[in-house]
Nanobody
Framework: QEQLVESGGGLVQVGGSLRLSCVAS????????MEWYRQAPGKQRELVAS???????NYAHSVKGRFIISRDNAKNTVYLQMHDLEPEDTAVYYC????????WGQGTQVTVSP
C-alpha cells in the first residue's frame, strides 16, 4: 500500500547544505500535491514547502530563499534542497501527500550545529 520513505538527513554545520529525498509508493505520484513538514522537539509539526501536481510551489517564510522543493515524477520522488542551514532548521523532516492526510513516513533527522 501507500508508503513514504524519507532520507538524506544528517548532521551539518551552520551554513551548510543537505538534500532530502522522499520516495512514494502505492500511489499515482504524479497527480499528488506533495509537501515537506518538519517537527522540532516540543514544537508543532509545521509545513515547510509544498509543490502541486502542476508544479506550483509555496514555502514557509522561514525557509524562503534558502530551500528548494522539487519533484521527479519518473522517480516518484520529492526533494528538499536546503542551503544556508540554521540551528532553527533542526528538526525531523517528513514528506506528505495532500491526498493521504494520515500517511507519514519515518522522517529524517536534520541537525544543524556550529
Amino acid at each position: 500500500q501507500e508508503q513514504l520513505v524519507e532520507s538524506g538527513g544528517g548532521l551539518v554545520q551552520v551554513g551548510g547544505s543537505l538534500r532530502l529525498s522522499c520516495v512514494a509508493s502505492g500511489m499515482i505520484f504524479s497527480i499528488n500535491s506533495m509537501e515537506w513538514y518538519r517537527q522540532a522537539p516540543g514544537k508543532q509539526r509545521e509545513l515547510v514547502a509544498s509543490i502541486s501536481s502542476r508544479g506550483k510551489i509555496n514555502y514557509a517564510h522561514s525557509v524562503k530563499g534558502r530551500f528548494i522543493i522539487s519533484r521527479d515524477n519518473a522517480k516518484n520522488t520529492v526533494y528538499l534542497q536546503m542551503h544556508d542551514l540554521e540551528p532553527e532548521d533542526t528538526a525531523v523532516y517528513y514528506c506528505h501527500a495532500l491526498a493521504y492526510p494520515f500517511l507519514w513516513g519515518q522522517g529524517t533527522q536534520v541537525t544543524v550545529s556550529p
